[in-house]
């Protein structure tokens, strides 16, 4: 009789520690006195918690504080939480808050909403019992939609930085291969790379992927609608937030967009918003000439925000150039510039009294 022919394994599958659990390790570890922030936005292992915790101590003791503050503790688990992902995708600086965003209440409402979810998820799904009621993942699906230039990869910086998480901006575009299979292959990488990051995806380009489908003409159109539900369904099966951003939200399938938990539009500033948006690019510390004029740059040029910091960072160059302060004459032929990258005609209709700044270029 051989004992080790009767030998039987048993595999034992131990779920991560939940949000109780996280945030009792967050305080054995660093004796931090609140550590629910932390624990609710970044799902680490015990261990993960314990080396991050050791990277907020030293952070703290650095400064000669007894106990890491909240920005510490995210740095930490942000240092725990760090993945391969840099290898695939381009990581975006949290850059921005809530006052550099210039967008209409809706929109900033859906964006705070959004920050409260991935802020609060644990308590209300599952310390409340949500989970079990509404049946669905812990990780949330955004669609970001609008012209280029109207702030959404701004918005999608400024939900990184309030909340103390990395985020990673994934060109879709190049991810998306005319090779049957290479598409989904290059999405597994990405969110294996991102398993465990606790990290933002940022898929930028979304139209690559995200078309019309309703009408099947050939295998690789058959084939694209296997890619469009492999993508939703590994972005469903993340347990963090996966932001797609799109320039022509009428090319997507509304069925798709039906699946997803947040759709925010981007409108076009209207004259007020793009006022705000001229005071905010031309800083405090710029020299800015008397002879500027706000209001006529923001009612007589439609300008995405994209295109205004482009304005006026070219014509602060321009003025660098020649000596000078910041003048209208720069902004207009700046402006003019942008008319013509865009295709778009200078007229004199549009320019006014300073048509003549335009011509003398």
Not at 16 to 22: K, N
Not at 199 to 213: M, S, T, W
Not at 260 to 265: A, N, P, R, T
Request: glycine letters at 6%.
């Amino acid at each position: 009789w051989n004992l080790d022919r009767e030998r039987r394994a048993l595999a034992v599958e131990v779920p991560g520690p939940d949000f109780a659990e996280r945030r009792r390790a967050w305080h054995h570890f660093t004796g931090a006195p609140d550590a629910r922030d932390v624990a609710a936005k970044f799902r680490l292992s015990i261990e993960q918690i314990r080396a991050a915790g050791e990277v907020s101590v030293i952070a703290a003791r650095s400064r000669g504080e007894s106990a890491p503050l909240p920005s510490d503790l995210d740095m930490g688990a942000r240092h725990a939480s760090s993945s391969r992902l840099g290898e695939l995708a381009t990581r975006l600086e949290a850059a921005y808050s809530w006052s550099d965003l210039v967008l209409a209440e809706r929109p900033l409402e859906v964006l705070r909403s959004i920050s409260a979810y991935l802020r609060h998820r644990d308590r209300v799904l599952s310390e409340w019992g949500y989970e079990a009621t509404v049946s669905r993942t812990q990780g949330i699906k955004v669609l970001f939609a609008g012209d280029s230039g109207t702030g959404k990869t701004m918005a999608a910086q400024v939900l990184g930085a309030e909340l103390g998480l990395e985020m990673f901006r994934v060109d879709l575009a190049g991810t998306v291969s005319k090779y049957i299979g290479e598409t989904e292959k290059n999405l597994e990488r990405i969110f294996s790379a991102a398993d465990g990051s606790n990290a933002i995806l940022f898929f930028d380009e979304a139209d690559a992927l995200f078309g019309k489908r309703s009408e099947v003409s050939n295998s690789h159109d058959r084939y694209a609608n296997i890619e469009v539900a492999y993508l939703l369904q590994r972005m469903e099966a993340y347990p963090g937030a996966v932001i797609l951003a799109t320039n022509f939200r009428r090319n997507l399938d509304e069925a798709f967009v039906r699946r997803l938990d947040f759709v925010i539009d981007f409108p076009f500033p209207e004259p007020d918003d793009r006022r705000r948006i001229w005071e905010r690019v031309l800083p405090v510390r710029a020299p800015v000439a008397n002879d500027v004029d706000l209001d006529f740059l923001a009612n007589r040029f439609k300008l995405s925000g994209g295109a205004i910091r482009n304005c006026s960072l070219a014509a602060a160059f321009s003025a660098a150039d020649e000596g000078t302060r910041i003048e209208m004459r720069h902004l207009v032929r700046a402006v003019a510039q942008e008319y013509a990258k865009q295709g778009r005609l200078t007229l004199e209709t549009d320019f006014e009294r300073f048509y003549a700044d335009v011509r003398a270029e």
